[in-house]
């Protein structure tokens, strides 16, 4: 393949890859490295993707397919989703097309170009073996390969793809359960293969966890003003707003889930559960999760809403909520309004259909679903559960976040 010289040239190559019988843009690409099964090669345990790209650099994709077909490899862009090694041969011919680019990928700029600069390095430097992967994804149909499952993964924790916008469906499938040391996957069969000999010369791993998803700090660089205090508790796929705090202790944000801004963490935020800006999820408190008693139904937390110490809440909250300590907010659970709040909870929420008949009234925890200034209270001396409108402001330490 002939050496691109023009940024002029390189344009025109890419409009006429893309003008290939059956192409289509991907809506996600990127090379990952691969780690393989100790005693199944064949297996991928996981997919570490330097730079991922979503919706975004058609140019470079349109690269890597003609990179491809020069190599002798066609896309199969009929699929939802295309994997493939990246050879020598692959790497010789993709720098070739972005030469005009190589003296400028520095930093945050020509990032795929970088990528592939690195990779020629390694094939001049060492054998590329087979532990790179060049992945495609044309439709967002559930994932076939570990390889796909871990860019959507990326697209999520990155940002590039919104929570809950994605097919994860069969993910938990196609993805092994492995042994996690230090970031790295290890197959258990292989470990029950090699116990005796590594424990008696004092080489077992330090096993972090066993499971099929990795840490999200694991392959995700944080916003700067985010911390996570304990790496266990982000699990690959949340997405981590800039301004996050991810306490120790009872915290946990599962993949798919995570906060649109600055949000203090101290409870578990379940599967797709969002957590609005300036939210406070409270020591302990749970938000349930898809499969956990919402019926399937996705939580989502407004801004500025308080989620008291050990609480549950099983319902989407608005704006400016305050759910006490201890309490449970579930779709079911009966909560009693008094006459008084029934007209200051509708000037705020106009929806509310209870009426004022003077007199406690009982409404479902599902009939404030997405309701703004609530505030869910539970009698002390006669145990009832009531909901009154907020006269609270939640404001989060701007110092912690």
């Known amino acids: 393949m002939k050496k691109i010289k023009s940024t002029e040239e390189f344009k025109s190559l890419v409009e006429d890859t893309q003008k290939i019988t059956g192409y289509r843009k991907p809506i996600g ?56 090694d990246v050879n020598k041969k692959f790497v010789k011919n993709a ?56 860019l959507k993964l990326y697209a999520l924790s990155s940002g590039k793809a919104a929570l809950r916008s994605l097919n994860l469906n069969g993910a938990f499938g196609v993805l092994e359960n492995v042994a996690w040391s230090m970031g790295i996957p290890i197959e258990l069969d292989w470990l029950r293969a090699n116990e005796i000999e590594m424990k008696l010369q004092g080489t077992f791993p330090i096993i972090e966890s066993v499971d099929k998803f990795p840490r999200f700090l694991s392959h995700v660089i944080p916003a700067d003003n985010t911390r996570i205090l304990d790496a266990s508790k982000v699990r690959m796929g949340a997405q981590l707003s800039a301004g996050t705090t991810v306490m120790p202790g009872a915290s946990y944000i599962n993949f798919n889930a995570g906060t649109t801004g600055a949000v203090m963490v101290e409870g578990r935020i379940s599967s797709s559960a969002i957590v609005g800006k300036g939210s406070d999820v409270g020591g302990g408190a749970s938000i349930l999760g898809v499969l956990s008693g919402t019926d399937g139904n996705p939580i989502a937390i407004g801004e500025n809403t308080l989620l008291g110490a050990n609480s549950v809440t099983g319902i989407p909250l608005g704006d400016g909520c305050i759910v006490d300590a201890g309490i449970a907010i579930l779709e079911g659970t009966k909560i009693g309004v008094a006459p008084a709040q029934v007209s200051k909870i509708k000037e705020v929420n106009p929806s509310f259909t209870c009426t004022d008949s003077g007199e406690i009234k009982f409404v479902k925890g599902l009939d404030f679903s997405g309701f703004n200034g609530i505030h869910f209270r539970q009698n002390s001396t006669n145990g009832m559960i009531v909901a009154l409108r907020s006269q609270r402001e939640v404001v989060l330490n701007s110092d912690l976040h």
């Open 29 to 84: 690409f990127g090379i990952a490295r691969v780690d393989r099964g100790q005693l199944n090669p064949e297996k991928i345990l996981q997919a570490n993707f330097p730079v991922i790209n979503w919706n975004e650099n058609f140019g470079s994709a349109a690269v890597f397919v003609t990179a491809l077909k020069e190599s002798g490899i066609e896309v199969d862009f009929s699929a939802s989703e295309f994997v493939c």
């Open 95 to 150: 720098i070739k097309v972005f030469e005009p680019y190589v003296n400028e990928a520095i930093g945050d700029a020509h990032k795929n170009v970088q990528v592939i600069s690195m990779l020629n390095w390694i094939r001049k430097s060492d054998e590329l073996r087979d532990d790179y992967r060049l992945v495609f994804i044309f439709d967002d149909e559930g994932p076939k390969s570990v390889e796909a499952v871990y």
